[in-house]
Structure formats: C-alpha cells, structure tokens
C-alpha cells in the first residue's frame, strides 16, 4: 500500500525482525499500519466528540433558564452518549481493518461483528437507563410528583429494559430475529412468570395503586390482618416500605394491598377533621324531670351559665325537659362553641340502645386537629369536661365497681 509512509513500514519492520519474527511479507506491515490508523481515527473522533459536541452541548444546556435540560444532559449521560460513538465507529471501519489483516475466515468474521453488535446494544441500554434515572431525578425534584410511587415504574421500566437486552443479545448469538425469539418464549411463558412471579405481581398493583390513587409515599395505613400500622416511606417493584409508629420498619409485597383489605388515614388528614366518637353509659337511676331550681342552679353556674342562655329549657311543645336531654342539650352547644372542633363536619349528641350498663349517650364530632397527639389532648379535654357535667344535672356515670366502692 503507497498510502503510508515508508520509513514507518519500515521501522514497524525491523521491530518485527527484532520480536524474532524473521522476514514477514509487505502485506502484513501494512496491515499493521492500517490497524494503527484506525485506532488513532477512533481515538481522535471519541476524543473530537467528548471534547467538542459534549461541550457544546453542555455550554447550550447552561444558557437555558429551565433546570430539566440540566439533569437530562448531565455529564454522567453525556458520558454513555458517547460510549456508543466507538463501537459505531469501529463497526464502519472494519471491513477496512478486516482486509488490513488478512482475516477471511467467515466464522472469525461474523463473530467480530456480532461481538460490535453486542457492545452496542449494550451502550444503548446504559444509556437509556441513565435517562430513565435522569427523568426519575426531575419527577422527584418536583412538589406535585414527590408524593407518588414513580420508583416502582422506574424499577418497572428497568426490567423490561433488561429484558429487551437480553433478548437482542441472544438473537444476535444465535443469528435470529427478535420477533421470532419472541415467538419462541412463548412456549416457556409459564416457567418465565414463575421466576418473574413477585416482579409481575408487584407491577400489576402499582399500576392499579398509582391508577386509583389508593397509596402513595406520605400515607398513614393501617393493615389490621398483616400487623401494618405506620407511614409509607418508599413504594417499590417488589415492596412497600412502612415505618411504624414504633420506628420499627415493615416490609409487604405490593399485591397484598390489591388481595387484602387496608385502611389509608391520608383521606382524613387531607379534609381537616379526626373523627371522635365516644359514649358514656348514664345510670338510669338518675334520670328525672328537670326542675325548675336545677335549671336556676344551672344559669348560675359560672360555666354553664353561658351554654344555658344559648338553649331551649322546654320541649317543642312547651313541655318540661328530662336532665338528661337538657344535659345533651348543653353537651351538643358545647361542642358547636368549642374552637378546635371542625363545625364543616357531623357533630351530634345522641342516645344508643340501653343495655345492662345503662343509657349509653355517645359524642361523635371531627377535631380539627388531625395530627395524633393534638387529637388526643382535644379528646381528653372535652370528654373530662363532659364528665364533670354529668353530676351537675343530677346525672351519675355508670362503671363497675372497684375495690374502692365495696370497701366504702
């Protein structure tokens, strides 16, 4: 070949006489040479496009006001960008490399080929898992999307990723199309689901949880015949992640949520009320027809006093009022007065069916504070004020006896 310069031929030449290789043809120092140039175009071209088209795409990414282009191009997908540059490269020139050499043996040939396939499928794939965590980045930096399972449609979209791999690398081995392996997997589908069988699982319900809003990362749920009971903190292919209110973490399978029944507080914490419902069980015994001089013992009363001017003391029809129904009366306005109860919502006072342990009258109202410990502590003030009501009506609370009722 006259292409090359004859002092190189011959210095390659004389190495070779040297490594003890005796007197070698023309032909096979010119391949030498034509596998030298190659190498130094692949280098230079990898070199041209790292620090040429990288950079200029780069210096454009940072002329722009928005943040997404600066994950999608960020230097890591740059990087496996043009890790696919070489071995396109490489493929273009190997007939040029293959005759340098003097290499004709088919099998050697379809081998090296299938070799470069093979390592550009899998540049390819690098790269598109390297944007599908790019796009996974900028879901997760926005304040609408923090709150959804998209880690699950990651890992999802990873495993087909990985699958289409493999099936393109098998087909380049053994020389087939992609569809017709396809149509090959058929026939073992049963086994492949066995081995995929949690995979699946867990795809099928995070579509259907994500779909129906019925979980996302935030939520309270409780799972009563599982032993669940915290805060969602991660949403996966293959789990869900809940950390009890003991700090402790637990661990389920996505499809669990879709075959048993759960329970997501998310729904009460949104909408501003925690429901209360309690009852206290009233002695019969001290039910009785309100007097005049307990309603006046009423009005004077320095807390009540306030509550009673605000309420009816007679029936609809001008009748006398039980204490127990002008204690319910009082309880009900207490309520609607009280600032911490949610008034957007039910809150009623009423009577339950009498059983043995007496008149049960239950509270059932919304606090507007939502979170657990607030709720507790609004709870236990009204229903300790609503007992201490209780005698002032001549009413008496009904509880079993204690040691300290017999001994006095």
């Known amino acids: 070949m006259v292409l090359f310069d004859s002092s190189i031929k011959q210095t390659i030449y004389d190495l070779l006489i040297n490594w003890g290789l005796g007197e ?65 490269v490489l493929k273009m020139l190997m007939p040029l490399a293959l005759e340098a050499v003097g290499i004709t ?20 794939l690098l790269l598109v898992n390297s944007l599908l965590k790019a796009i996974y980045s900028l879901m997760v930096s926005r304040p609408s999307w923090q709150d959804k399972p998209i880690k699950g449609l990651l890992e999802t979209l990873q495993v087909i990723l990985v699958i289409i791999g493999i099936i393109l690398i098998i087909a380049i081995i053994i020389d087939k199309s992609p569809v017709g392996l396809l149509a090959g997997l058929g026939a073992s589908a049963a086994v492949i689901s066995f081995i995929f069988k949690d995979s699946l699982l867990g795809l099928i319900a995070g579509v259907q949880l994500s779909a129906n809003n019925m979980l996302k990362v935030g939520d309270w749920i409780e799972m009563p015949s599982r032993g669940i009971d915290g805060m969602v903190t991660e949403v996966t292919l293959t789990t869900i992640k809940i950390r009890s209110w003991d700090n ?98 039910l809150c009623m006072v009423r009577q339950l069916q009498p059983t043995q342990w007496g008149i049960p009258v239950e509270l059932y109202f919304f606090t507007s ?39 006095s």
């Open 369 to 407: 504070a939502v979170d657990w410990v607030p709720h507790e502590h609004l709870q236990t003030e009204i229903i300790s004020h609503v007992v201490a009501f209780a005698p002032l009506f001549g009413l008496h609370l009904y509880q079993a006896p204690s040691t300290l009722s017999f001994r």
């Open 105 to 124: 043996s088919e099998w050697m040939i379809a081998t090296l080929y299938k070799c470069i396939d093979i390592y550009i499928v899998v540049a390819i």
């Open 24 to 88: 070698k043809p023309a032909s096979i120092v010119d391949g030498v040479v034509v596998l030298i140039y190659i190498c130094l175009l692949i280098l230079v071209i990898n070199i041209l496009f790292r620090w040429g088209v990288m950079r200029a795409i780069r210096w454009m990414v940072h002329q722009t006001r928005v943040k997404w282009d600066d994950i999608i191009f960020d230097d890591k997908i740059m990087k496996r960008l043009s890790g696919i540059v070489t071995p396109i």
């Open 248 to 345: 402790t973490r637990q661990t389920i399978p996505p499809y669990l949520l879709i075959s048993e029944p759960f329970i997501n507080w998310q729904a009460m914490r949104d909408s501003g009320g925690r429901r209360v419902k309690r009852s206290l069980n009233i002695d019969m015994a001290g039910v009785a027809m309100a007097t005049d001089d307990l309603i006046a013992e009423l009005s004077a009363n320095q807390t009540l006093a306030p509550i009673m001017r605000q309420i009816e003391t007679t029936t609809p029809e001008g009748g006398t009022l039980t204490n127990l129904e002008l204690y319910m009366r009082v309880v009900n306005r207490y309520l609607d007065n009280h600032p911490r109860v949610n008034h957007g919502m």
